[in-house]
């Protein structure tokens, strides 16, 4: 943003508000706030932008869209001209932050943590500008202190306050042990802080107490506090459990457009909105006339639509997006067979034919190793389990018997959302 030449505080005062409106929209908490309305103030007056500041542990590299909530509010305060700084913890990564955790988490070796770093970026990218990005690794200052330095710091927080932490709470009345370094990583996230100079950190509220750290820390070393600005916890496909892998209810940001879609496509009305508040760039006036629509009657299918289209297109290109909404009408909505999906092309040895080798048929359970082999089905046994539940069809007809005869050409849909094509 260009500084103004004659400062109009009018213009001064609605652009704090415009601003603090979308970087508050779907935010838990804001900590700092007369802080960071000052900072946005001073960013109208002289064009100087916000140093906003996103931690990353490089242990799971794998986003999905609950991770990428703090991403996209990113991506918005990066929209309105401030500068994001990304800080890849490898210097923290081999203390290992026990965050939530009933011990100890284990530290990655240098080369565990560049790969993960590697892979962070490359998914980081897919949402923020890299040309308007800043990569930085906390190795680069918190390995030149010295001990005399790393004591200083030290003095600044008791181990009462350490034991405000639910975890390391948690874990010294239940007698588990607690090494004394790992005291030293919310120090040392709060010293990056300062390090850089961050206007504002971003993170999840299972970050609450490390970034708070980082504020107090830049009070206690004379400099303007950050403000602290929280984001919640995404639930999940299931709409009950946060967003996770491990339980399933993800939607990855690599996944493909198809996928993605369909996906979005599961997640439960009520929370249509808090998706496009957590998970989309849209802006507050966009996201009233969407709210106004859902209170005046209109068909939640209809506005999923549109969040499963917003959502796609952020990760995908419009031809991408366009080709999976299709894709959805063809298979989810008007109950047809996609014309693009994978061929399994059959080679006349790979399954046990019930006819001479150059006969173009099998039987159904013959193909459920290729299957399990192509990534179709997780097991044989899975398969057979979705066949005796009415999970497969051929040619868009259920189908529950492995001695159903399959022929060149044949279409078959696993589960939900899979479909191939078998090929001769």
């Known amino acids: ?57 490089p242990s799971a590299p794998d986003i ?7 991403l996209r509010k990113l991506k918005q305060m990066q929209d309105m001209g401030h500068h994001i700084v990304i800080i890849i913890g490898d210097f923290t990564g081999r203390i290992g932050d026990p965050t939530g955790k009933s011990k100890g988490r284990k530290a990655l070796s240098d080369r565990e ?66 090494g004394l370094h790992e005291f030293f990583y919310p120090l040392m996230q709060a010293y990056d802080s300062a390090a850089i100079r961050a206007d504002v950190e971003i993170g999840g509220t299972d970050q609450t107490f490390n970034i708070l750290m980082g504020r107090s820390l830049q009070k206690d ?22 967003m996770s892998k491990s339980l399933g209810n993800y939607i990855g940001v690599q996944e493909e457009a198809s996928v993605m879609f369909k996906k979005v496509m599961e997640v439960p009305d009520r929370l249509i909105i808090r998706y496009f508040e957590l998970t989309t760039d849209i802006l507050p006036d966009e996201l009233d006339k969407i709210k106004k629509a859902l209170n005046g009657g209109e068909n939640p299918r209809d506005c999923k639509m549109l969040l499963a289209r917003t959502i796609t297109a952020l990760y995908h290109t419009p031809e991408e997006t366009r ?12 109950k047809g067979i996609p014309e693009d999906i994978p061929v399994l092309r059959i080679e006349a040895d790979a399954v046990a034919l019930r006819e001479p080798a150059h006969c173009s048929k099998c039987r159904l359970g013959d193909l459920s190793p290729l299957l399990v082999q192509e990534g179709f089905v997780a097991s044989g046994s899975e398969f057979r389990r979705l066949l005796a539940q009415g999970g497969v069809r051929v040619n868009m007809e259920k189908e529950s018997s492995m001695d159903r005869e399959i022929a060149d050409g044949d279409v078959l849909k696993i589960g939900k959302k899979k479909f191939l094509r078998i090929c001769f």
């Open 221 to 242: 070393l004379g400099m303007e506090p950050q403000a602290a600005l929280f984001m919640p916890i995404l639930e999940g496909l299931d709409g009950v459990e946060k």
């Open 323 to 334: 080709s999976a909404e299709e894709f959805f009408h063809q298979a989810f909505s008007q």
């Open 64 to 70: 999905h869209l609950g991770h990428a909530v703090v």
């Open 1 to 57: 943003m260009k500084p103004l030449e004659e400062v109009n505080e009018e213009t001064v005062k609605n652009e704090v508000a415009r601003q603090m409106r979308i970087i508050s929209q779907g935010a838990a908490q804001i900590i700092g706030e007369d802080d960071l309305k000052a900072k946005l103030a001073r960013f109208v007056r002289t064009g100087t932008p916000l140093t906003v500041k996103l931690g990353l542990d």
């Open 113 to 178: 943590i560049m790969q993960n770093a590697q892979t962070y970026q490359e998914q980081v990218f897919r949402v923020l500008d890299p040309e308007k990005t800043t990569v930085r690794y906390n190795g680069e200052w918190l390995e030149l202190l010295k001990l005399e330095e790393i004591l200083k710091l030290a003095s600044t927080v008791t181990v009462a306050r350490m034991l405000e932490r639910d975890d390391f709470q948690n874990r010294y009345l239940n007698n588990t042990p607690i």
